[in-house]
């Protein structure tokens, strides 16, 4: 079994920054895919961004420029890095990890962007 813990939301104004934290409990993490999904009030969970175990990416439009996502093998974590936040980006950040047919989830940290 693999633990995800998620670190990092807060409370931030508009234009603010905040970095998420996504630390695994096992050593499959450099093997596996990692992500970031969120969820806002009365919506479903969509994708944020990816990075795969070479270190591809990929981002959803709406944070494309404005979001970075790393990951440290080493130390079994994955990062997103949110500039520019907007209210629209206010969500439950959640981490998930996809190791072969084996998918994971945190337990997810919330991001409020206040106007």
């Known amino acids: 079994q693999v633990q995800l813990v998620e670190s990092g939301g807060g409370l931030v104004q508009t234009g603010g920054s905040l970095r998420l934290s996504c630390a695994a409990s096992?050593?499959?993490?450099?093997?596996?895919?990692m992500g970031w999904y969120r969820q806002g009030p009365g919506k479903q969970r969509d994708l944020v961004a990816t990075?795969?175990?070479?270190?591809?990416?990929d981002y959803a439009d709406s944070v494309k420029g404005r979001f970075t996502i790393s990951r440290d093998n080493a130390k079994n974590t994955m990062y997103l890095q949110m500039n520019s936040l907007k209210p629209e980006d206010t969500a439950v950040y959640y981490c998930?990890?996809?190791?072969?047919?084996?998918?994971?989830w945190g337990k997810g940290t919330l991001v409020t962007v206040s106007s």
């Open positions: 990075i795969t175990s070479g270190g591809n990416t």
């Open positions: 096992r050593s499959i993490f450099s093997s596996s895919t």
């Open positions: 998930r990890s996809v190791y072969y047919t084996r998918t994971y």
